[in-house]
């Protein structure tokens, strides 16, 4: 049914028991047949991540707080849901998005555009995260996560050669031979 036939009154099937009871199939419903939202079917919709995050973005086309204690369940949602639809911090997701490095890092890079003090801890442990931060969300030096990108041989050439100032510093702590800091 499209939005001429709603505004003329046309009748809209109902929905079939899948359709009332599996949040992927309720979500088609409302966006498919009634083309709008569904308030019968958003406490089906809410239990599912995937669909509530959907239903957020494509019906609502804004937020969904029936939806969102699923979302939260979930940091691939959580992140796109505060990406996409809140486009903005998503506090109730922090938490959970703190404790996982890569997760940490997009949260930074694609929601907060810049520092995310409460993922640095985890996002300090891995090198490759912790380059990433350093390189796009600091775009600088990272003290905090040197000593994890100094044990990756690779990402560590590519941090120095990207802030050479970190030489003397890696060399006073052991981390590279005093005489690299020439080289590299």
């Known amino acids: 049914m499209n939005a001429v036939a709603r505004i003329l009154g046309e009748a809209v099937r109902p929905p079939t028991p899948l359709e009332r009871t599996n949040p992927r199939s309720a979500y088609h419903y409302a966006r498919d047949v009634i083309q709008g939202r569904w308030p019968e079917g958003e406490a089906t919709i809410a239990k599912d991540p995937y669909s509530a995050y959907l239903y957020a973005r494509d019906v609502i086309k804004g937020r969904f707080p029936e939806g969102e204690e699923a979302i939260v369940q979930d940091r691939y949602y959580a992140c796109i849901y505060a990406a996409d639809v809140i486009k903005g911090r998503f506090p109730e997701a922090e938490e959970a998005l703190s404790k996982d490095p890569g997760w940490a890092y997009l949260y930074a890079k694609s929601v907060i555009n810049g520092r995310f003090p409460e993922g640095e801890e985890a996002i300090a442990i891995m090198a ?50 005093m005489g690299d800091i020439w080289d590299i």
Do not use: S
């Open 128 to 177: 490759e995260w912790a380059y990433a931060y350093a390189k796009d969300v600091i775009q600088g030096r990272w003290p905090e996560g040197e000593e994890a990108i100094a044990k990756d041989p690779h990402i560590a050439k590519r941090y120095l050669v990207l802030f050479p100032e970190a030489k003397l510093d890696w060399a006073l702590n052991g981390w590279i031979p």
